[in-house]
T-cell receptor, first 115, second 116 residues
Framework: AQKVTQAQTEISVVEKEDVTLDCVYETRDTTYYLFWYKQPPSGELVFLIRRNSFDEQNEISGRYSWNFQKSTSSFNFTITASQVVDSAVYFCALSAANTGNQFYFGTGTSLTVIP | DAGITQSPRHKVTETGTPVTLRCHQTENHRYMYWYRQDPGHGLRLIHYSYGVKDTDKGEVSDGYSVSRSKTEDFLLTLESATSSQTSVYFC???????????????FGEGSRLTVL
């Protein structure tokens, strides 16, 4: 069975603080993919990153960075020097190669950046 | 932006009436999905399609049916709407890369359905 857990329901930070959003996943497949999506207040879902299970290198994109650790089944997302525009709901998702391209989402973390 | 159009974007209906939501894509992607989003539940898969006339159930498929007669269109039907089906519905598409590799999901703008 596939499962994604985002234990943090809501987080509030003051602008310019760093914040880490946690994502823990469960799968028995050896080939799988992890994703992060952003849903701003306007409601659309925006793709942020895809990572496959064979690539544990951390990735940085501007103020965003992702830490993938298979040993702890975690794929955490850090925003450095947060900005008000980062306020959104963030979803972590999992797709395993042997599950017919189904995607499993966590329940999301609502991030509020206070100016 | 991925070419995904959902219609209608907003709908209010009464309990017991049939409702059909349409998803149209211009990307020629193989996979299409219907999700519902509810507070506290995140995104839950209703049905998905892996080709024309090839569909399968997701985790919350009861009360919903789907059809895909063309690559570009994926219809979600509520045969007899209930208040518990009040939700925001998202269509999504993805492409399989090099065999079983999973490409990312691209989402439509969502359809807000209210069942009174």
């Amino acid at each position: 069975a596939q499962k994604v857990t985002q234990a943090q329901t809501e987080i509030s930070v003051v602008e310019k603080e760093d914040v880490t959003l946690d994502c823990v996943y469960e799968t028995r497949d050896t080939t799988y993919y992890l994703f992060w999506y952003k849903q701003p207040p306007s409601g659309e879902l925006v793709f942020l990153i895809r990572r496959n299970s064979f690539d544990e290198q951390n990735e940085i994109s501007g103020r965003y960075s992702w830490n993938f650790q298979k040993s702890t089944s975690s794929f955490n997302f850090t925003i450095t020097a947060s900005q008000v525009v980062d306020s959104a709901v963030y979803f972590c998702a999992l797709s395993a190669a042997n599950t017919g391209n189904q995607f499993y989402f966590g329940t999301g973390t609502s991030l509020t950046v206070i100016p | 932006d991925a070419g995904i159009t959902q219609s209608p974007r907003h709908k209010v209906t009464e309990t017991g009436t049939p409702v059909t939501l349409r998803c149209h894509q211009t990307e020629n992607h193989r996979y299409m999905y219907w999700y519902r989003q509810d507070p506290g539940h995140g995104l839950r898969l209703i049905h998905y399609s892996y080709g024309v006339k090839d569909t399968d159930k997701g985790e919350v498929s009861d009360g919903y049916s789907v059809s895909r007669s063309k690559t570009e269109d994926f219809l979600l039907t509520l045969e007899s709407a209930t208040s518990s089906q009040t939700s925001v519905y998202f269509c999504a598409i993805s492409e399989s890369l090099a065999g079983t590799a999973t490409g990312e999901l691209f989402f439509g703008e969502g359809s807000r359905l209210t069942v009174l």
